[in-house]
């Protein structure tokens, strides 16, 4: 059975909180958290269409009443449990100093904006990547091939913020950037990451390696950070030229 549009909306904000708190305490006794974290999994492995109710209950060992009774739908179940992917990712920028409000990031220097940008890109290769990878990349991806009626809300409620977040950042080392530019910015950002994602089962391959070594991620994040910071930096020359010519 699935929840329509509007009572899922409807839901949106008890799902905020719900997810924040999923986030941050799973007790091996709390059947939510073992709802979410078998959901999570399937959903990874077999995206929305692909996963049912009844799979979730066998592997969260839990009836599927109990699954409708903290849910309410298989939508439901989904919403939360990306949810959840994205509020322990939140976290663990969080706990990084990875995610400044907007009144300490006015103060920050520019030198410290740019450590900022690679400790956000670190810590999300690192949750990305793993070892192991959270399910949050896998789920992406499979909404990316095969969306399902839940992306307008993922996108509105989760991916936006996101967005708007490192836009702030990226617009502080490139001020002359117009939105459009500074949005190329952060997808760029955004997508060297995914890559490494998406072709992570093939890079050994691509490497010339027998296995990932050790370093692999802190190393990825460094040349990423390099390699984003020197591309904003050159679109700002390029943007202030511009503006000059136009004066």
């Given at each position: 059975?699935?929840?329509?549009?509007?009572?899922?909306r409807?839901?949106?904000?008890r799902?905020?909180?719900r997810?924040?708190l999923?986030?941050?305490r799973?007790?091996a006794?709390?059947t939510?958290a073992?709802?979410l974290?078998a959901?999570?999994e399937?959903f990874?492995?077999r995206?929305?269409?692909?996963?049912?109710i009844?799979?979730?209950a066998?592997?969260a060992?839990?009836?599927?009443a109990?699954?409708?009774?903290?849910f309410?739908s298989?939508?439901e179940?989904?919403?939360?449990a990306?949810?959840?992917?994205?509020?322990?990712l939140?976290?663990?920028?969080?706990?990084?100093g990875?995610?400044p409000?907007p009144?300490?990031?006015?103060?920050?220097?520019r030198?410290e904006i740019?450590?900022?940008?690679?400790?956000?890109i670190?810590?999300?290769?690192?949750?990305?990547?793993?070892p192991p990878p959270?399910p949050?990349?896998a789920i992406m991806?499979?909404?990316m091939c095969d969306?399902?009626?839940a992306?307008p809300?993922?996108v509105r409620?989760?991916v936006m913020?996101q967005?708007r977040?490192?836009?702030?950042i990226?617009?502080?080392l490139a001020?002359?950037?117009?939105p459009?530019e500074?949005?190329?910015?952060c997808?760029?950002i955004?997508?060297q990451?995914f890559?490494?994602?998406?072709?992570?089962?093939i890079l050994?391959?691509l490497f010339d390696?027998?296995?990932?070594?050790?370093?692999?991620v802190?190393?990825t994040?460094s040349?990423?950070?390099?390699?984003?910071?020197?591309?904003?930096?050159?679109?700002?020359r390029r943007?202030?030229?511009?503006?000059?010519g136009?004066a």
């Open positions: 059975m699935f929840m329509n549009a509007a009572t899922a409807s839901a949106a904000s799902r905020r909180s997810a924040a999923a986030a941050a799973t007790p006794g709390d939510r073992r709802v974290a959901a999570s399937l990874a492995e995206g929305f269409a692909g996963a049912t009844r799979e979730i066998e592997r060992r839990v009836n599927v109990t699954g409708h009774y903290h309410g298989k939508l179940i989904y919403l939360e990306v949810s959840a992917q994205f509020a322990e939140d976290a663990r920028l969080a706990g990084e990875a995610q409000s009144e300490d990031l006015a103060r920050l220097s030198g740019e450590a900022l940008i690679g400790r956000q670190r810590t999300m290769l690192e949750f990305l990547l793993g959270a949050h990349g991806q499979r909404e969306p399902s009626d992306l809300m993922m409620e989760l913020p967005k977040k490192l836009r702030a990226v617009s502080r001020p002359s950037l117009g459009r500074l949005d190329r910015c997808f760029s955004v997508g990451m890559f490494y994602r998406q072709m992570l089962p050994p391959l390696l027998p296995s990932l070594p050790a370093s692999f802190a190393d994040a040349h990423v950070a390099a390699f984003s910071l020197d591309a904003i930096a050159t679109a700002e943007a202030a030229a511009r503006r000059r136009r």
